[in-house]
């Protein structure tokens, strides 16, 4: 009995408001990349195209999802790196990517980049921030939620220790120069990124975009 409540902890805690880091302002779609995710620093041009994604909490059903658009995406131009940022700590974060198949969906393991985040600097200083009551759950998240299990059959996972449900998340395409040429910031936390129009901004030579709706 004792085992089966302290599974559900994370899960609780995930919920209690915390103080979060300061946000940046987000950066505009021909800017230089920001900042440093992780050992990455895009900001003077990694020389290689790159698609960053700040996911949603350890077992969160659109988060495992973006993962799987993500390796898509790599897995049809060998020139395209991904960062996956999450915001448990390293062992927590490795073992979810491990949970839901990221290795198989990045059969290459010199193509992505997965980051641990705890402290949530990274989301902030590339000006991802928290949802309010209405982003983390309503009607609209709740069908996505059920539409996604039927589709995908993607479920809810056991919350990973360090989640957090309030942080949001976004995506953003960052050219060989270290250049934004896309990018979004969720709506709530069911509006996960088209990574195939993000992608096609920095390997097809498609025009720039903005999907953040601010």
Not at 136 to 160: F, H, W, Y
Request: overall charge neutral; charged content about 25%.
């Amino acid at each position: 009995m004792t085992s089966y409540l302290a599974s559900y902890i994370p899960a609780i805690k995930s919920i209690i408001p915390q103080s979060s880091p300061s946000v940046a302002a987000l950066p505009e779609v021909g800017e230089q990349a920001p900042a440093k995710v992780g050992s990455v620093d895009l900001k003077s041009g990694g020389g290689r195209p790159t698609l960053v994604a700040f996911v949603r909490h350890c077992g969160c059903p659109f988060a495992e999802k973006e993962v799987q658009l993500l390796g898509a995406e790599s897995r049809k131009n060998e020139k395209l790196h991904v960062v996956i940022v999450q915001h448990s700590d390293e062992a927590t974060t490795q073992q979810w990517f491990e949970d839901i198949g990221g290795k198989k969906a990045f059969p290459d393991s010199k193509r992505y980049t997965l980051v641990a985040d705890p402290e949530r600097k990274a989301y902030a200083a590339w000006g991802v921030g928290s949802l309010g009551w209405g982003g983390m759950v309503n009607g609209g998240v709740m069908e996505a939620l059920k539409s996604l299990k039927e589709s995908d059959g993607i479920d809810l996972r056991p919350t990973g220790v360090g989640s957090y449900r309030w942080q949001n998340s976004g995506g953003f395409a960052v050219d060989s120069a270290g250049t934004i040429r896309w990018r979004k910031i969720a709506n709530d936390s069911s509006d996960m990124c088209d990574y195939s129009e993000a992608a096609k901004t920095i390997t097809e030579g498609k025009a720039s975009q903005n999907q953040s709706r601010l």
